[in-house]
């Protein structure tokens, strides 16, 4: 168990609609990261906040964005869906830094788009 | 931008067989880390490196920085070890971890 939680597990939209995936992290994990996963291939980071604010993004567009909450969750949102957003979307929590950095990664919301 | 390579992508092996999976980036790293996800898409955290050599019980990670260069070894391989093994690197920086595409392992009885 690495105390991170995603909800939904599972999820169906059609291509236009809008999507939101949630991460639950412990207490105390100031950094969190969300990635897509793509069928086969590795995990793409998509952004990073600390302490509820954006401070890193990968190469996606506007349409993906996110919030991070002062009790350690946090969302994905992510607007007009496109059928290549068809993918695993993981969240990971960080502590500490450097030699002493643990990342632990949820379990995953699987999208489809339709 | 940093790129991850890891080889081999397919690896097939017997139960008790030593294992090897490596890993190479392109650009200086603070750390590598090596995790595991197995089918449904959990991961899990294996090892973070900067340097040298860690173990933990028969998985074993060496990193040589100078050769940009990264192994997981799996020493008497078990068929519950079969999953998909994942490196991925950071800069230290708020980039997030940059991901090889994983090796897919199976170990068969």
């Known amino acids: 168990e690495t105390g991170v939680t995603q909800s939904p597990t599972h999820l169906i939209k059609t291509r236009g609609q809008q999507v939101t995936l949630r991460c639950s992290s412990q207490?105390?994990?100031?950094?969190v990261s969300w990635y897509q996963q793509a069928l086969g291939q590795g995990p793409q980071f998509i952004f990073q906040?600390?302490?509820?604010?954006?401070?890193g993004r990968g190469n996606f567009p506007p349409r993906f964005s996110g919030l991070q909450f002062p009790n350690y969750s946090s969302e994905l949102n992510v607007n007009a869906l496109e059928l290549d957003d068809s993918a695993l979307y993981l969240c990971?929590?960080?502590?500490?830094?450097?030699?002493?950095?643990?990342?632990?990664f949820g379990p995953g919301t699987r999208l489809l788009v339709l | 931008k940093n790129e991850v390579e890891q080889s081999p992508q397919n690896l097939t092996a017997q139960e008790g067989e030593f294992i090897t999976i490596n890993c190479s980036y392109s650009?200086?790293?603070?750390?590598l880390h090596w995790l595991q996800q197995h089918p449904g898409g959990g991961i899990v955290s294996l090892f973070m490196?900067?340097?040298g050599k860690k173990k933990h019980g028969r998985l074993i990670a060496t990193i040589n920085i100078q050769e940009k260069h990264s192994s997981l070894h799996i020493t008497a391989s078990h068929p519950r070890d079969s999953a998909v093994y994942i490196c991925?690197?950071?800069?230290?920086?708020?980039?997030?971890?940059?991901f090889g595409k994983g090796t897919h392992l199976i170990i068969q009885p």
């Open positions: 990971a929590s960080r502590t500490g830094q450097g030699p002493q950095e643990t990342q632990y």
């Open positions: 207490s105390g994990h100031n950094t």
């Open positions: 906040y600390y302490r509820e604010e954006e401070n």
């Open positions: 650009v200086g790293i603070s750390a």
């Open positions: 490196l900067s340097s």
């Open positions: 991925a690197a950071t800069t230290g920086g708020a980039d997030g971890l940059t």
